[in-house]
């Protein structure tokens, strides 16, 4: 189980080694070649711009191995006890704890997020695996006593084969998050990460079989939106767990819908988060600062709309700006960066343009939004930009009512809670919200009312695997981690036992 990790380099000279020489698809045990070799597509290191490699996408007869695969390892694994399924999945966590830093500078090339961001990603991977194999041996059903020496009991079964298909701020860590409860209930998954970031997925796929899970249990499948349509419409796939967008997430709805399939739906969001005047200032700062440039601001479940008390307004601004200025720009694989390359050129051009449609529509920029260009040569065609933070907001401009899903925070004023309130949640979206003030009373009753699913008091984007998180209204279905996700991930069965005579009407 043991990995030799490479020696600690200075900071100066980090290393940018990655193994992408062998296939990404992984299915029945080992990495497979694509058979498109026409459309394959570059996938670039954000940090440089550099090519990492070439994507080829999974077609239809891939995919079905894929899942055929799946459905091989799901009789014995469904068979097992949980005590025997929670073993190979605390060994995986085993493993993956050995391999740290590894797992994690391979997610930073691929991703651009800060190296100490993705030591925390591949720690919740970790996390959730170890959560849910400590629950595999609890599932249980239920014994309802009926008259006459009559019962009935439930059992509560997995469904078969799942689909997973990820995003690309989180690749391994949401890879881990669909894959650990779908194992613990017994099913078996194909996960199709998203064709930005495809190299994280499949050395998951290596850890669980060298925990000792069976081929094909755990199995990847690379491509775009082609690809996830064969997997949706697969007709051995009994469920699909999607982390995206809106508009992708409708789609696959729309798709599962054909075969009455379960979803899982994690989207985006446009969360707000409330600061009151009774507020420790000091926590609002780090916690709206938490909420916003995480990832490069590459999150769901930012609170990007951040509602200041006019009394305090002019002081939390002047210290968000300073503090946002003073965020170290740069190679993601330094120790001393804090925030590192957006996932894609298009992606940075798209985020410079909401800013500039900010600008456009009367928001004042108090601090970046700009392209940024590193001082090391080799960084110059990364995808980096300065966090920017946006005063004289309004709810009618469209850096408030879209999720730009980057570095910027957009600052409105309020004067009282029940104003707050209706603005906070005009909103088609609920993923998120939070709320700072020192009225405990009154951080309960905001959150009461606040249309949303993940709620924050005092603190802001803390994922614990032990806490279900999902979102209201078009920011999803379903919940990903915390014990409900055994529902989602397992179904019902209801048995009745007669111990008398049949009473029948004929």
Not at 6 to 13: F, I, M, N, Q
Not at 164 to 183: D, E, H, R, V
Not at 222 to 246: R, W, Y
Not at 265 to 281: N, T, V
Request: charged share 20%.
């Amino acid at each position: 189980r043991a990995q030799t990790l490479p020696l600690a380099v200075p900071p100066e000279t980090p290393m940018r080694k990655v193994d992408i020489s062998v296939p990404l698809n992984f299915w029945a045990g080992q990495r497979r070649t694509s058979r498109d070799k026409c459309n394959k597509e570059n996938v670039y290191e954000p940090a440089t711009g550099r090519v990492l490699c070439h994507l080829g996408p999974c077609g239809a007869a891939e995919v079905d191995q894929a899942v055929k695969a799946a459905k091989l390892a799901f009789e014995p694994w469904s068979k097992l006890s949980g005590m025997e399924r929670a073993r190979v999945m605390i060994e995986a966590a085993h493993i993956i704890e050995s391999r740290r830093e590894e797992i994690a500078e391979t997610e930073v090339v691929n991703n651009g997020k800060s190296i100490t961001e993705a030591r925390l990603d591949v720690d919740s991977a970790r996390l959730c695996i170890e959560y849910y194999a400590g629950l595999a041996s609890t599932l249980a059903g239920q014994h309802v006593q009926l008259p006459g020496g009559s019962f009935a009991y439930t059992r509560r079964e997995p469904l078969g084969v799942c689909a997973g298909i990820g995003a690309w701020n989180y690749p391994f860590q949401i890879a881990a998050w669909k894959s650990a409860p779908a194992l613990a209930c017994g099913n078996s998954m194909v996960f199709k990460p998203s064709p930005v970031t495809p190299v994280t997925a499949v050395l998951l796929a290596e850890i669980y079989m060298q925990a000792g899970a069976p081929e094909g249990l755990f199995n990847v499948v690379q491509g775009g939106q082609e690809t996830g349509s064969f997997l949706c419409h697969h007709p051995d796939v009994a469920k699909v767990s999607f982390t995206g967008s809106i508009p992708t997430g409708q789609k696959i709805m729309e798709m599962a819908s054909k075969g009455v399939k379960p979803v899982t739906l994690e989207l985006g969001g446009k969360s707000p988060l409330i600061i009151f005047q009774d507020s420790d200032l000091e926590n609002a700062v780090r916690g709206a600062l938490m909420a916003n440039f995480l990832s490069q601001g590459q999150v769901c479940s930012n609170g990007t709309r951040v509602f200041v008390q006019r009394e305090i307004l002019s002081e939390f601004v002047e210290e968000v700006v300073r503090r946002t200025q003073a965020i170290a720009i740069g190679d993601p694989l330094l120790e001393s960066t804090r925030m590192g390359a957006l996932v894609s050129r298009p992606h940075l051009e798209k985020v410079l343009y909401f800013v500039e449609k900010a600008k456009e529509e009367g928001a004042t920029v108090l601090c970046g939004g700009e392209r940024f260009v590193p001082a090391d040569p080799t960084l110059r065609g990364g995808y980096y930009m300065t966090p920017c933070v946006l005063g004289d907001c309004t709810d009618e401009m469209t850096c408030v009512k879209e999720e730009i899903f980057g570095p910027v925070m957009s600052v409105l004023s309020f004067e009282t809670e029940e104003e707050v309130l209706q603005r906070a949640n005009d909103t088609t979206m609920g993923l998120a919200a939070g709320v700072f003030t020192r009225d405990v009373a009154r951080a309960h009753r905001v959150v009461e009312q606040l249309k949303a699913g993940s709620c924050f008091i005092n603190n802001y984007n803390i994922t614990p695997v032990e806490v279900p998180f999902g979102g209201f209204k078009m920011s999803g279905i379903g919940r990903e981690n915390g014990q409900v996700t055994v529902e989602y991930y397992s179904q019902l069965k209801t048995v009745f036992v007669e111990m008398g005579d049949v009473d029948s009407l004929f």
